[in-house]
């Protein structure tokens, strides 16, 4: 159990990557009201603890009714995963096209969009807890200690989230981008089991 624990949280942590959200939410909601940033920030994750909830408890049944099996699942989620820690380790830390960036900036309320969707809770967050909850069926409990890590992970990311100017002030420009790099290159490793795992299974 304490081993499935600490693969969920590494995995949904790098993946969700609470500390490379802080410079995004600076820049979309920093000239908000305090409180305004704070209300933001929590319905940003529940939001995205809903779809995550969702995907984890009905995904399977989606993939089996669109004939996609786990293995598969296990080789597209790495691949993907695998390509956003390529873009965490350079830097390149974008989970949004140039085009819903800039409508973000235009909207009233970014809590949805881009926030919880698909900074938050993206492909690679939607892959990660059903290939995991895949994995906790054979150990005791299994499921919750995913789903209870996966809202562990979203806390934390609201905690960041609501001292996002505090965070980007300690860490600077820099700060962030070593934490992001170091996360990016732990997620290029888990990546890259997914697939040898999902290719061994299809063999």
Not at 23 to 48: C, E, M, N, S
Not at 65 to 89: D, K, N, P, Q
Not at 186 to 200: F, K, S
Request: hydrophobic share 55%; aromatic share 8%; proline share 3%.
């Amino acid at each position: 159990m304490l081993e499935l624990f600490l693969k969920s949280f590494l995995t949904l942590f790098v993946v969700m990557d609470p500390v490379g959200l802080v410079p995004v939410f600076v820049a979309l909601a920093g000239d908000r009201p305090h409180r305004t940033q704070a209300l933001i920030a929590r319905k940003a994750v529940l939001v995205a603890g809903g779809l995550l909830t969702f995907f984890y408890f009905f995904g399977r049944e989606l993939l089996g009714h669109l004939g996609i099996s786990l293995e598969a699942l296990r080789i597209a989620g790495g691949v993907l995963l695998f390509r956003i820690a390529t873009e965490m380790v350079f830097a390149h830390h974008e989970r949004e096209t140039e085009e819903e960036r800039d409508e973000a900036l235009g909207r009233a309320d970014i809590s949805v969009f881009p926030l919880a969707i698909p900074l938050i809770a993206g492909p690679g967050a939607l892959a990660s807890v059903l290939v995991l909850g895949a994995e906790a069926k054979g150990v005791p409990y299994g499921f919750a200690v995913v789903l209870l890590t996966a809202y562990l992970v979203l806390f934390l990311a609201y905690l960041l989230l609501r001292g996002a100017t505090a965070v980007r002030r300690v860490l600077g420009r820099t700060g962030v981008n070593v934490v992001t790099r170091v996360l990016g290159l732990l997620l290029a490793a888990l990546a890259v089991q997914y697939v040898a795992d999902g290719v061994r299974g299809l063999l």
